[in-house]
């Protein structure tokens, strides 16, 4: 058993499985707060593109991918405080807004992207996070490649979870941020600003998404490349659903489709007869599964969805 | 009870939102003239003059007969893609997958062509047609089943199909339709028989665009002056209601998703018989997403889809000479058409903000 575990095809196979559901991990476990305050948030796609992209451009400006990762974060505020001014101040329908901003940020990267690096032949690239090995924990079999031979995005990724956790069941504004997600009006008779919490909400959401999308261009790749999500801020919301909107829940839900996901690339090399692109489906229709199954079982937040109006009755 | 769940109780609610903004095209004017602006903010920053982009823009939309038959040609698909997104609306379902149901309709329509070349056009372009619905239908169908049966959210569903589609029609394409040659990921040329003659001549323009306006007024007929029509919108705007006035809110739902595919299926027929005379991997450079601001902006009413549909096609048009002749990368339009409705849902903050300036 150990022998096999230390193959490196399965370790390779492991430390892929982490990478490719780091971003969804990251985008889900921000959905978690935005959802938990009665919030939807469409936009998580479009706030990682953002994050994504910034994050790109500020590492390959300054050669420093810390300081891409901070921007990328921003970006990704900036992106939750929008949606939060729509969703949150005008009570816009939160579907209509936040696919409305996922088409102007694809819009928005891409034309952006032409103006600061041309359209040359030359894909810019930037040196990508190495891998921070923690030598006395990488060799542990099994959760030695998964957990602790990786880049340094993923351990701050991982601390998030507890920490989400924590501050969504021990701390008075995780009880806060549940009870404008149950009820609002009850909430905000017990003086808690309705408004305020779902902001903040949204702006953490926004920076978590960021954070994801950054880890995309500056961590798994190196690249910009426009629509580089492809759909990943889609299925983070079907993890939510899968993990019940729970950080461990969402954290174990991450890891099976990342899991998924780098097997589809490792079978896409595989000669076994299906075509590339039926690999290439696979982490969607597992999503769509993912749904059939657990859809209907999840329990949402009572005023999920419901703009809030404090001076207006329900 | 699964169709009263979230996203239906948030298009109705979205519904109710934009029943002001149906009283006249102020609003939707002044959103499009905002994000102009905008754009020519973005064209200064770009390190362009925003008055020759635009005038290169106007010119490439509307400064010949060409350019005026190439804005209608446009104008096609965005109208289809439009109302697909319209009808869904109306009946409480947000599809914003029709970008892969207009992949698959433009696939099958090619299979038929393919496999009946001999066929007289009057028989082989109403068979093209049909499988193109009934694809687009099978395909949106398929997440309004999802959404009836295990309450999956047809946000996440119709997104995640359309790329089930694209990789679908890549394999075909690569594959089993790949064309005799074997170059490049498209099918053989169709025979003359799938083809639209065309309108005015020697432009690209084809009589596609006349069943375009009869399927604009044909919709706004079923909308507004049928029983399914007013059950549908019923529905929408209040699931419940029309569940207690004994509606079959189920049935008429999956109706929605029916004719909204139908519709996305008929986008990509016509690119496919009128423009493109075979199947391709890059049959739509979007028209499935900007059908849904196109939606938005005709405030999902099919004759206000139609005009909004038209302005984007001159919009997407002009962008192409726009790049040509100012330098201007052309996805700015991609922005512009996104600000439109983001400007157009922010309409309420003009009045809150004066509210809370009184107030203090």
């Known amino acids: 058993m150990t022998s096999f575990l230390s193959d490196p095809v399965v370790q390779g196979y492991l430390e892929a499985s982490m990478r490719l559901a780091m971003p969804i991990m990251l985008a889900a476990l921000g959905g978690i707060l935005a959802e938990r305050a009665g919030v939807l948030n469409i936009a998580l796609d479009g706030t990682m593109l953002a ?57 928005a990267t891409s034309f952006l992207y032409r103006t600061i690096f041309g359209v040359g032949t030359a894909q810019p690239r930037v040196t990508s996070f190495a891998p921070l090995e923690l030598t006395a924990l990488s060799d542990i079999p099994l959760i030695g490649p998964l957990l602790f031979h990786q880049a340094p995005i993923v351990y701050l990724g991982l601390a998030l979870v507890p920490i989400v956790w924590i501050a969504m069941t021990r701390t008075s504004f995780g009880w806060q941020v549940a009870a404008v997600g149950e009820h609002p009006e009850a909430a905000e008779t017990l003086g808690i600003s309705v408004m305020r919490t779902r902001f903040i909400c949204l702006l953490i959401s926004g920076l978590l998404a960021g954070l994801g999308g950054a880890f ?20 983070a ?78 | 009870m699964t169709v009263l769940d979230t996203t239906t109780k948030n298009t109705a609610a979205a519904y109710s939102a934009f029943r002001p903004l149906l009283q006249g095209i102020l609003p939707s004017t002044a959103a499009f003239l905002l994000a102009l602006a905008a754009g020519a903010i973005l064209i200064v920053f770009w390190g362009g003059n925003p008055v020759t982009a635009y005038a290169a823009l106007a010119d490439g939309a509307f400064g010949s007969w060409n350019s005026i038959a190439e804005t209608l040609l ?35 329509a090619a299979v038929v062509a393919l496999w009946l070349p001999a066929l007289p056009s009057y ?59 074997g170059y490049l990921p498209q099918t053989d040329r169709l025979p003359s028989g799938a083809r639209f003659a065309s309108l005015i001549t020697s432009t690209r323009l084809h009589m596609g665009f006349l069943v375009t306006l ?134 309420p903050a003009i009045g809150q903000i004066a509210r809370a300036l009184r107030r203090s």
């Open chain 1, 216 to 235: 995309l261009s500056l961590s798994a790749t190196g690249i910009f490349i426009d629509n580089m999500t492809a759909g990943r801020g889609y299925i």
């Open chain 2, 214 to 347: 009869a399927t604009v007024a044909l919709t706004q007929f079923l909308l507004w002056r049928t029983v399914w029509g007013y059950r549908l919108r019923v529905t929408g705007i209040n699931a419940r209601a029309a569940m207690a006035a004994g509606m079959a809110v189920g049935g008429l739902s999956m109706s929605a998703f029916l004719t909204s595919g139908a519709l996305a299926g008929l986008a990509g027929v016509m690119e496919v018989v009128g423009v493109q005379h075979r199947m391709i991997e890059n049959l739509s450079p979007g028209f499935g997403y900007t059908g849904i601001i196109v939606a938005l902006l005709g405030q999902t009413s099919p004759f206000g889809v139609l005009i909004a549909a038209l302005l984007f096609a001159g919009l997407q048009v002009g962008a192409t000479t726009m790049e040509a002749a100012a330098g201007v990368p052309a996805t700015l339009t991609v922005i512009i058409q996104a600000l439109v409705v983001l400007f157009l849902i922010g309409r």
């Open chain 1, 51 to 107: 994050g994504s992209f910034v994050g790109f451009v500020i590492t390959y400006l300054t050669g420093n991918l810390w300081l891409g990762v901070i921007a990328g974060m921003l970006a990704g505020a900036l992106v939750g405080a929008v949606l939060a001014l729509y969703a949150v101040l005008i009570g816009s329908n939160q579907v209509v807004v936040g696919v409305a901003i996922n088409l102007l940020i694809v819009g």
């Open chain 1, 237 to 314: 919301l079907a993890i939510l659903v899968l993990g019940r909107r729970h950080p461990l829940g969402v954290f174990v839900a991450a890891i099976l489709f990342g899991a998924a996901d780098a097997l589809q690339l490792r079978g896409q090399n595989l000669d076994i007869g299906l075509p590339y692109q039926a690999f290439l489906m696979f982490p969607y229709i597992l999503t769509i599964l993912v749904l059939i199954l657990f859809a209907g079982k999840a329990r949402n937040p009572a005023a999920l969805g419901i703009p809030f109006h404090r001076d207006r009755p329900k």
């Open chain 2, 123 to 181: 028989l082989l372009l109403p068979l093209m047609i049909a499988a193109a619905m009934g694809a687009g239908a099978l395909w949106a169908g398929l997440a309004g089943m999802l959404k009836l049966r295990f309450g999956a959210s047809e946000l996440i569903t119709t997104i995640m199909l359309t790329y089930v589609a694209i990789y679908l029609v890549s394999y075909l394409l690569r594959g089993p339709l790949q064309e005799a040659a």
């Open chain 2, 74 to 108: 446009r104008s096609i698909p965005l109208t289809f893609t439009g109302l697909a997104v319209a009808i869904a609306f109306r009946g409480g379902a947000f599809n914003v997958g029709a970008e892969g149901q207009l992949y698959i309709g433009g696939t099958a």
